[in-house]
């Protein structure tokens, strides 16, 4: 049976591949030859024909497939007050290549301000969906607040502002519940936070990393769900808040493995989201078994279909694989989903526009399917 809210049986993580317009003018943006207004107009024009695109091919939720971003996480958590975006020595490290070198500092009190530019975005993703027949709804990504932290740790924050991590973490998550409530206050009734580092836990590499910096993963699990559940205090009334969990997605590769098992208590029982996002497409991310603690009011959409290669799955292998989570979890607390955007970083996975939209269809078409 098909759901009447968010989210929906066939649904999608947020990002899409960057159209050639957007890439042009975003190019030629940088080396000064546009206006910022005659940037945002290229960009206003593709996001209104990519918000039809997904409509026309059945989906419910539509996103501007983070179009006006270069990175999934820190354009939104560098506009934040005491935030800023810096060059640094190297970029991240994935397997096998390695994204430009950018990162974020913090340098003063963290806050969050109404004239954060993504509010704005919101309100223009809305307007377009609000104009189609049917209005779809407008679903809005934003980087979890553990992001901020994983990703330069202790090092990234000056000691003189934050001498110590608790009133640091405490900031973050009031800044965080003034976004959400914000996005609400805007209009937006599905919200996503984009949760990489909770998977990253589950990865031994990644564990001995935080550890060798100061950190101690499972204390920080802890902290990541404080700050998870801070963030939702500022949930308005009729919003769902949704998270994604990933394991690394630039160029159609990876950073982290390991199955859900070590972080599923915390996850499904402490975190104060209302549906989860799950990447599934391969073995790195385990069995389907941590579904058994999913509480009953709770969803899972099942990232069955992988986002970083065109090849289409057969129906029947994604019928499979909805079948086997299933058995740990009511297929009707279950949804279909790419296991991830198509372009966490404006560069985008290794995949052409058509094997996208082919992607996104046979999700829909299967989720008819399994949910008749």
Same mark, same amino acid.
């Given at each position: 049976?098909?759901?009447a809210?968010?989210?929906?049986?066939?649904?999608?993580?947020g990002?899409?591949?960057?159209?050639?317009? #957007?890439?042009?003018?975003?190019?030629?943006?940088?080396? *000064?030859? $546009?206006? /910022?207004?005659?940037?945002?107009?290229?960009?206003?024009?593709? $996001?209104?024909?990519?918000?039809?695109?997904?409509?026309?091919?059945?989906?419910?939720?539509?996103?501007?497939?983070?179009?006006?971003?270069?990175?999934?996480?820190?354009?939104?958590?560098? %506009?934040?007050?005491?935030?800023?975006?810096?060059?640094?020595?190297?970029?991240?490290?994935?397997?096998?290549t390695?994204?430009?070198?950018? *990162?974020? %500092?913090?340098? *003063?009190?963290?806050?969050?301000?109404?004239?954060?530019?993504?509010?704005?975005?919101?309100?223009?993703? @809305?307007? #377009?969906?609000? *104009?189609?027949p049917? @209005?779809?709804?407008?679903k809005?990504?934003?980087?979890?607040?553990?992001?901020?932290h994983?990703r330069?740790?202790?090092?990234?924050?000056?000691?003189?502002v934050?001498?110590?991590?608790?009133?640091?973490?405490?900031?973050?998550? %009031?800044?965080?519940?003034?976004?959400?409530?914000?996005?609400?206050?805007?209009?937006?009734?599905?919200?996503?936070?984009?949760?990489?580092?909770?998977?990253?836990?589950?990865?031994?590499?990644?564990?001995?990393?935080?550890?060798?910096?100061?950190?101690?993963?499972?204390k920080?699990?802890?902290?990541?769900?404080?700050?998870?559940?801070?963030?939702?205090?500022?949930?308005?009334?009729?919003?769902?808040?949704?998270?994604?969990?990933?394991?690394?997605?630039?160029? +159609?590769?990876?950073?982290?493995?390991?199955?859900?098992?070590?972080?599923?208590? #915390?996850?499904?029982?402490?975190?104060?989201?209302?549906?989860?996002?799950?990447?599934?497409?391969?073995?790195?991310?385990?069995?389907?078994?941590?579904?058994?603690?999913? /509480? @009953?009011?709770?969803?899972?959409?099942?990232?069955v279909?992988?986002?970083?290669?065109?090849?289409?799955?057969?129906?029947?292998?994604?019928?499979?694989?909805?079948?086997?989570?299933?058995?740990?979890?009511?297929?009707?607390?279950?949804?279909? +989903?790419?296991?991830?955007?198509?372009?966490?970083?404006?560069?985008?996975?290794?995949?052409?526009?058509?094997?996208?939209?082919?992607?996104?269809?046979?999700?829909?078409?299967?989720?008819?399917?399994?949910?008749?």
């Open positions: 049976m098909e759901r809210k968010p989210p929906f049986r066939a649904d999608h993580v990002s899409l591949l960057r159209t050639a317009p #957007v890439k042009e003018a975003r190019a030629r943006r940088l080396a *000064g030859q $546009i206006t /910022p207004e005659a940037l945002e107009a290229v960009e206003d024009a593709e $996001i209104g024909q990519l918000v039809a695109r997904q409509q026309a091919i059945g989906l419910h939720a539509v996103t501007d497939g983070e179009f006006r971003r270069s990175w999934w996480h820190y354009d939104f958590l560098s %506009h934040l007050d005491g935030v800023e975006l810096v060059s640094v020595a190297q970029g991240l490290q994935f397997k096998g390695q994204t430009k070198a950018e *990162g974020l %500092h913090v340098h *003063g009190k963290i806050g969050f301000s109404s004239g954060h530019p993504m509010l704005d975005h919101f309100r223009y993703l @809305k307007s #377009v969906a609000e *104009g189609l049917g @209005k779809p709804v407008a809005m990504t934003i980087p979890s607040p553990t992001a901020l994983y330069g740790g202790r090092q990234a924050i000056e000691r003189s934050y001498p110590e991590m608790e009133p640091f973490f405490a900031d973050l998550g %009031h800044a965080y519940a003034k976004a959400v409530r914000a996005f609400g206050e805007a209009g937006c009734t599905y919200l996503q936070l984009d949760e990489v580092f909770v998977a990253y836990l589950c990865d031994e590499a990644q564990r001995d990393y935080l550890r060798s910096r100061g950190d101690d993963p499972d920080l699990l802890e902290v990541y769900a404080d700050l998870v559940n801070a963030a939702c205090t500022g949930r308005t009334p009729g919003m769902t808040l949704s998270m994604h969990l990933c394991r690394g997605n630039f160029r +159609s590769t990876w950073m982290a493995q390991g199955g859900y098992e070590r972080v599923a208590d #915390v996850l499904f029982n402490r975190m104060d989201v209302d549906a989860y996002f799950m990447e599934y497409d391969s073995e790195r991310a385990g069995g389907f078994e941590p579904l058994r603690l999913l /509480p @009953k009011s709770k969803q899972v959409v099942l990232g279909m992988t986002s970083k290669t065109g090849a289409l799955e057969s129906k029947d292998q994604l019928k499979r694989r909805v079948d086997q989570a299933a058995k740990f979890a009511p297929l009707d607390q279950l949804c279909l +989903s790419p296991q991830c955007g198509f372009a966490s970083t404006e560069e985008g996975n290794l995949l052409a526009e058509d094997e996208q939209w082919a992607k996104l269809a046979h999700c829909v078409e299967v989720a008819r399917e399994v949910w008749r």
